[in-house]
């Protein structure tokens, strides 16, 4: 079936640096991705549509300069948190279309000290 | 604006046991809707997916109704093992307009004891 690999699965920075995840779907072409966060014992928060060529689609409320999405070619988008503070420390999901259904990535836990 | 309600947010069950998990959803206009299972600190893994136009799909012990009319879907476990120990969540993807994004419920917890 689809496979949709995220990178990293774990990541700690310090506040103030940038870190980038990144999304691939493997064997298939994912024209469109989207990005969730998902604080502890909640469930998932859409926080992007990522389509490819051109600019995401941020839900409202999330800080387009602030999480940088990228989708340069059709098997990955990448979702950068830039200037990460301690208050960004959360589980990011990435997922693709796979229809009728969707794939999601494994997660990436993001710990900003 | 759709919203998806599941119904226990916990659960914790002797092994063996059959048991029931509820999903509603406001907004009865949906393309289908997918159960998921997540373990701690992991992705999402997709279980079951039900088209608007079906009643139920079942896959091994798993078996998940549809009734749309009523906004409703259950999650049936048979057998329940303590390997599905998990959060279990439904979503529902919209049967029209350009959005193409799952709305989540939030899930429920279930622990199968050994």
């Known amino acids: 079936g689809a496979v949709v690999s995220q990178h990293p699965s774990r990541v700690i920075c310090k506040s103030g640096t940038s870190v980038k995840i990144e999304c691939r779907s493997l064997d298939f072409q994912a024209t469109t991705m989207f990005w969730y966060r998902q604080f502890p014992k909640k469930s998932l928060m859409l926080m992007a549509t990522s389509n490819e060529g051109s600019k995401a689609t941020y839900e409202q409320g999330v800080e387009k300069d602030k999480f940088l999405i990228n989708h340069a070619s059709l098997t990955l988008s990448t979702l950068t948190v830039t200037s990460a503070h301690p208050e960004d420390s959360s589980f990011y999901i990435c997922s693709a279309s796979t229809v009728p259904g969707y794939t999601f990535g494994s997660g990436t836990r993001l710990t900003v000290v | 604006k759709q919203e998806v309600t599941q119904i226990p947010a916990a659960l914790s069950v002797p092994e063996g046991e059959n048991l029931v998990l509820n999903c509603s959803f406001t907004d009865s206009a949906i393309y289908n809707l997918q159960w998921f299972r997540q373990d701690p600190g992991k992705g999402l893994t997709s279980l079951l997916l039900?088209?608007?136009?079906?009643r139920e799909q079942t896959s091994g012990r798993l078996n998940a109704s549809l009734d749309k009319s009523s906004g409703r879907s259950t999650l049936y476990i048979a057998a329940s093992q303590p390997g599905d120990s998990a959060t279990y969540l439904c979503a529902v993807r919209p049967s029209s307009g350009s959005a193409r994004q799952l709305t989540f419920g939030s899930g429920t917890q279930l622990t199968v004891l050994p």
């Open positions: 039900i088209q608007s136009s079906q």
